[in-house]
């Protein structure tokens, strides 16, 4: 850890560390201070408000991603219960992906270098 990023983390920990009495207080990436004194009123419960939004906000989509993980692990089970190969569906899912041009290249990558070792 340099020195800038030590004193960003002891400047971070500080601030988690303050009582919500204290007047000064440290920025949470330790790169400021600011004084409750010298804060419009409320600005602290609005600021309070505003991480907890991001935080659900954050949380309901990691919920998100979980069921819609879940439902892809179906998918695919039900695939390889058809007898559809599963490793060969996701290659063909990330090509997919892929513009064109960036799949050409690929392929004639992968062909070059199979003719190299000569297979």
Not at 25 to 47: C, H, K, L
């Amino acid at each position: 850890m340099g020195m800038n990023s030590a004193w960003k983390y002891r400047a971070t920990q500080a601030y988690l560390a303050l009582p919500n009495s204290q007047t000064e207080r440290y920025m949470a990436d330790g790169t400021a201070t600011i004084s409750a004194s010298s804060a419009a009123p409320g600005a602290t419960t609005v600021a309070a408000e505003r991480l907890r939004s991001f935080l659900e906000r954050v949380e309901r989509l990691e919920e998100e991603k979980s069921t819609i993980a879940g439902d892809i692990k179906e998918v695919f089970a039900e695939a390889k219960g058809e007898g559809y190969d599963t490793k060969t569906l996701r290659k063909v899912i990330r090509l997919r992906k892929m513009d064109k041009a960036r799949r050409e290249e690929e392929e004639a990558l992968l062909d070059l270098y199979l003719s190299a070792l000569g297979e």
